[in-house]
């Protein structure tokens, strides 16, 4: 028989805090309805970044339900009205903090308040860490089923990002509806789909500042509309160009990144444009902003403009229209930036995926080669790398195998693979383009080469269900598992579970100021 569901709350401020002022605020008592405002005690962090209190029935149940509060953190306490309500669990935003947590910090970044990028940013960089390090540990053994003490014995404390501002190589902004009818290119409002501008953001190294705000005025001048998704669209209704029958708008991202040309050690930046299709008009106005930022900014090595007819919100373009090189010519080698790893630089391509946090790369990519190359790798061995990118980190450890093969969707990072390899005179590193499941079920069948040793670098939806059936199959002696969710990364342990055992776990932190948490975790083929 199903339990009948609460109807009414009581928020554990009143119980945590009983000589504290605030348990007496409107809403601090008892609750019904969708309208509620809640006066709760956050005390823990959910995996998105959202704070979780508790608020106990005054029913039968007695156990209380879970308030996942958008923008709250834990150790505050907030005003909060719920906005969904589910069995068991209430879904809040933010209204105001009464009272903050008692080790709160100055925000780094004046867009903190608004902004959707950096949750976590006014808890102390150790706390921040621990938090995710719980919710890493949490996701293992609840949803992975790790046994405890099987966790704790193989779990390392995540290593630190060594920097906490100015750290990332690559920025992602989105062009957005401003309230006078302009463009606005900033990031996300916490909670919404809104673009917030973001000028003073902390997280891209010095000059970001004035190359966006030099693009997104160049743009408006074009006249051409922002990209509005469509739940969105009917919020957009003053933006000028966005007609009632919801055109979908032109502008939509806007990506720096920040590497170096070739070897030259002046950085440079990259701007790749990504638009809807737009015809005519949008190449021409898509041309006339990468001539003009490329004669304002003579560090700018290249402006690629790229087409994104999918409303997925993915800050990636299906067509490359055109590359412009730093004198403002055509060139498709002008997308070509280098970034350093261990002892080596990648090259990449501006769209292509490498590590957005330089110096914890870093830290990633020397825990990799140390667990691949640990107690010496026996002669003859393979590695295979599953989800390869342009190549990184699995060329550090390249060396001390016999044979590597790269299996990765992104044909242009397979050919700069191919060419990193051969630059860093890795003559037996092989690479394929395609969707792993197909290639890793190829490989599998073919009995002509085996392959002892995985390193397998998923995105963030972890290994498709076909990859894991395949690895479970081909039984690789070690796998070497990186993650940047451990929640994908729990569920796909549960399942390899059944033929490895973890021998070290992990995290590096990659993405301060956020809940996520880079993981890597080794595993040994049982028996
Ligand atoms: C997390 S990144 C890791 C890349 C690389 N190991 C690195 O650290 O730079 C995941 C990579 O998987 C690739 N990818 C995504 N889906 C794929 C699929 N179905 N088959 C093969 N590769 C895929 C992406 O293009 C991306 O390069």
């Not at 606005?184 to 500042?209: F, M, W």
């Not at 373009?317 to 790893?341: F, Q, S, T």
Request: proline share 8%; with cysteine; hydrophobic share 40%.
């Amino acid at each position: 028989m199903s339990r009948p569901r609460p109807q009414s709350f009581q928020t554990n401020s009143a119980r945590a805090c009983p000589d504290r002022p605030w348990q007496n605020l409107p809403g601090a008592a008892i609750l019904s309805g969708m309208s509620e405002i809640l006066t709760v005690t956050v005390d823990s962090l959910a995996h998105d970044g959202r704070g979780i209190a508790r608020v106990t029935t005054d029913g039968n149940d007695g156990r209380g339900a879970a308030v996942f509060v958008t923008g709250a953190l834990p150790g505050q306490i907030v005003r909060a009205r719920v906005v969904r309500r589910k069995t068991r669990l209430l879904e809040a935003d933010l209204l105001d903090v009464l009272r903050p947590a008692a080790d709160a910090v100055p925000p780094l970044c004046p867009h903190q308040s608004v902004c959707g990028g950096c949750p976590l940013q006014i808890i102390p960089y150790p706390a921040q860490l621990r938090w995710k390090e719980n919710l890493a540990l949490e996701a293992l053994s609840r949803i992975g089923r790790l046994d405890r003490t099987l966790l704790n014995s193989v779990w390392e404390a995540p290593r630190p990002s060594p920097d906490h501002t100015a750290f990332r190589n690559k920025m992602e902004f989105a062009f957005g509806p401003g309230a006078d009818g302009g463009l606005v290119l900033g990031l996300r409002r916490r909670g919404g789909a809104e673009v917030v501008p973001v000028p003073d953001c902390v997280l891209p190294p010095a000059g970001a500042r004035d190359i966006l705000e030099a693009a997104r005025s160049m743009a408006e001048t074009s006249g051409l509309p922002p990209y509005v998704a469509p739940a969105s669209r009917r919020n957009a209704g003053r933006s000028k160009g966005i007609d009632a029958a919801g055109a979908h708008g032109f502008w939509r991202f806007l990506i720096l990144r920040h590497g170096q040309k070739g070897d030259d050690p002046a950085p440079r930046w990259w701007v790749l444009c990504v638009t809807s299709p737009g015809g005519a008009a949008g190449r021409t106005a898509a041309r006339a902003l990468g001539e003009r930022l490329l004669q304002r900014f003579p560090d700018l090595a290249a402006f690629i403009h790229e087409e994104r007819q999918s409303p997925d919100p993915l800050a990636a373009g299906e067509r490359r229209v055109l590359c412009l090189n730093e004198r403002g010519r055509e060139e498709a080698e002008a997308a070509l930036l280098h970034l350093p790893l261990g002892s080596r630089l990648f090259g990449l391509d501006a769209a292509s995926f490498f590590q957005v946090n330089t110096g914890a790369a870093q830290s990633l990519a020397r825990l990799a080669t140390e667990m691949l190359n640990a107690g010496g790798v026996e002669k003859g061995s393979s590695l295979l790398d599953l989800y390869c990118g342009v190549g990184a980190p699995g060329q550090l450890p390249a060396p001390a195998f016999e044979r590597l093969m790269g299996l990765e969707y992104d044909r242009r990072a397979v050919a700069l693979a191919r060419r990193n390899a051969e630059q860093a005179g890795l003559t037996h590193c092989r690479y394929e383009a395609g969707d792993a499941a197909v290639l890793l079920e190829r490989l599998r069948r073919d009995r002509s080469a085996a392959w002892d040793t995985v390193l397998a670098d998923p995105p963030r939806a972890g290994l498709a269900p076909r990859v894991l059936d395949s690895l479970l199959k081909l039984r690789p002696r070690r796998i070497l598992y990186i993650s940047c969710n451990p929640a994908t990364l729990a569920r796909d342990a549960q399942a390899l579970q059944t033929h490895y055992e973890p021998a070290r776990l992990t995290g590096v932190d990659l993405f301060p100021h956020t809940p996520h948490l880079e993981c890597l975790s080794l595993w040994r083929l049982r028996g």
